[in-house]
């Protein structure tokens, strides 16, 4: 073998180089998390990051250094003052996980490459129906991501309900999916990945909280039925990703009960509440759902990406692919540990490992704690803003997203203008990080308390920078 080839794979390199990083991982965690040594990001611009990593290789730094500096140039998601997007800080039990997995490398398109990762796979797909209220006949599996996770389901649901032609016949009629007006934008891309094109969502309308109004979908199903659609699916948000808001699913449930459609739950963020002794009261309904997605890297704890896709009938998860491939295997039958028969992925990573550590380790407990912790907490974060007259919230918050904006300026426009603005200065400060959305056409900043050592204290003190940068943005 050549001498590089047999120092990469160096037994004791790898024992010296990993004790180096899980130090320095270890140190750059007790940095985050306390929220003082490091900001939560060193903010560059992406042609100014582009040349600082274009200029990195040809000054061979060695491999701890390199490290440090990746770290130094990241989003640092274990502050408690990062409450941007819906990404969690996961658990370190989870980052020992993937390095086991990462060297093992066990793919998972079939159970003789991924013998351990397959057997785990289905016992966290039972907890998870268990959880649900679904039944004994209800499977899963875990794939790569929510917009991944929902083009899976659809694909399904397409299948079912057009006479399981769809695969081999292609598409003979014009389809159509009801969604609320907030639903995530893969939905959309989903619909015309499958070839239902531009028409093929049609938005229900949402109440003044933003959810789903169930006694608008009589008349959208009739008005698509008008346009020449044929409605196989309802998605319905648990949470919805702009908002938080919890659709009403007990009554979306019955609705494609009675019309014989599939019921599909978009429970990505929200639905980790399953979890929550005190929340889980929000997915009530759930358990008549035809499909479920749940990112396992939101409120789970999980390092990105890994989202379970459940269907409350297991014989349902192999509607999605049905094809011949000899080289994999020999059956065509439904095998729970053939994974490839049913995901997108072939070759797949070792996913169910992180999320069983984190049970080996901590128990279900630790799920209900992180929910209920950062729910509690968006519920007084909403208090802290309605008692400053200055600032006005887009809807009381369900889960642990909220939506809110400064009214420093008469005018929507130049209202919307000193949000982005503000939005934009404390990106590039980082200090904070915070993300904006449009509702209505109507400019919000938001946050998603995603760090359960966030407290009321590191909230006081983005209001109060909002504020200080409004009088300083508003006045130019």
Known sequence: MKKL???A????SFRKNGHKVVDLLADYLNKAISGKEIPVMNWKTPEKQFGFWNDYQGQYKNLDSFFKDVIDHS????HPKYVGHQVSAPLPVTALSAMVSALLNNGMAIYEMGPVASALEKWVVTKFAEQLGFEDSASGFLTSGGTLATLTALLAARQIQSGRKA???GLTEKLCILVPEHSHYCVDRATRIMGFGSD???KVPVNEHFKMDPSQLKSSLKKAEINGRKVIAVVANACSTATGTYDDLKA??????????????DAAHGGGAIFSKKYKHLLEGIEEADSVIIDLHKMLMNPALSTIVMFKDGKNSYETFNQKAQYLWAQEDEEWFNYAKRTFECTKLMMSMKFYSIIHQYGFEIFDQNVTTLYNLTASFAKL???RSQFEIATKPMANILCFRILERKGEKSLNELNQKIRQSILEEGEFYIVQTELDGIVYLRVTLMNPFTTEKHLEELLDKIEFLSGNLGST
């Open 9 to 12: 794979y160096s037994p004791e």
């Open 5 to 7: 080839l047999q120092e």
């Open 252 to 265: 979306i449930g019955d609705f494609c009960k009675k019309h014989k459609i599939w019921f599909h739950v």
């Open 167 to 169: 695969w081999e016949e």
């Open 75 to 78: 989003i640092h998601l274990h």
């Open 200 to 202: 093929g969502i049609a």
């Open 385 to 387: 803003i309605k008692n």
